[in-house]
T-cell receptor, first 115, second 117 residues
Framework: DQQVKQNSPSLSVQEGRISILNCDYT??????FLWYKKYPAEGPTFLIS?????DKNEDGRFTVFLNKSAKHLSLHIVPSQPGDSAVYFC??????????????FGKGTKLSVIP | NAGVTQTPKFRVLKTGQSMTLLCAQD?????MYWYRQDPGMGLRLIHY???????AKGEVPDGYNVSRLKKQNFLLGLESAAPSQTSVYFC????????????????FGSGTRLTVV
């Protein structure tokens, strides 16, 4: 059963406009959410995160919103730039015992920003 | 800063052959992970380690073995490769302490593209 879902495999946005990437989760024990960005032939890189006790976190052009009651989070990129074209992974974490935690990833959304 | 280094970057194996993928990190991270990425499947955890000498199974461990003999290295082994193991493999590392929020994320290597024919 997929605990972190990214239902849109791809998204195309015009340069300068807002990109909104969505993510849903089912595990209410998740307490931290992260977004990773991945370019072809590279490993994923950390983009932004949010704790479950917050509903918004902003870092420059990137803002993540968390709606705990709906078990939904979204990543907003404003304004979108061609260099933002990449695959974006949503991830969530919860304490798994023995002093460890693991990240559970969604399947990713491929963002294409059109010049 | 090297971060996480994976070797090799590409490899083609014949069915039944064995190989070892090497992951090395220079950030003194406690935790290390092996993921595989397949089209439409996202990143799936194979095995992970919470410290030197320890390993644990992830979501898709079958057909793989791992070892963490040194803190900085995490090896992924395929004893008898199968076409179903054709994938891109990513190693990652992280701090294990939950009270360091700035280090909550993983650092990934650039991946190993493995093809089993």
């Amino acid at each position: 059963d997929q605990q972190v879902k990214q239902n849109s495999p791809s998204l195309s946005v015009q340069e300068g406009r807002i990109s909104i990437l969505n993510c849903d989760y089912t595990n209410s024990m998740f307490d931290y959410f992260l977004w990773y960005k991945k370019y072809p032939a590279e490993g994923p890189t950390f983009l932004i995160s949010i704790s479950s006790i917050k509903d918004k976190n902003e870092d420059g052009r990137f803002t993540v919103f968390l709606n705990k009651s709906a078990k939904h989070l979204s990543l907003h990129i404003v304004p979108s730039q061609p260099g933002d074209s990449a695959v974006y992974f949503c991830a969530a974490t919860s304490y798994s015992g023995a002093g460890s935690y693991q990240l559970t990833f969604g399947k990713g959304t491929k963002l294409s920003v059109i010049p | 800063n090297a971060g996480v280094t994976q070797t090799p970057k590409f490899r083609v194996l014949k069915t039944g052959q064995s190989m070892t993928l090497l992951c090395a990190q220079d950030m003194n991270h406690e935790y290390m992970y092996w993921y595989r990425q397949d089209p439409g499947m996202g990143l799936r955890l194979i095995h992970y380690s919470v410290g030197e000498g320890t390993t644990a199974k992830g979501e898709v461990p079958d057909g793989y073995n791992v070892s963490r003999l040194k803190k900085q290295n995490f090896l992924l082994g395929l004893e008898s490769a199968a076409p179903s193991q054709t994938s891109v493999y990513f190693c990652a590392s992280s701090y294990g302490l939950r009270d360091i929020p700035s280090n909550y994320g993983y650092t990934f290597g650039s991946g190993t593209r493995l093809t089993v024919v």
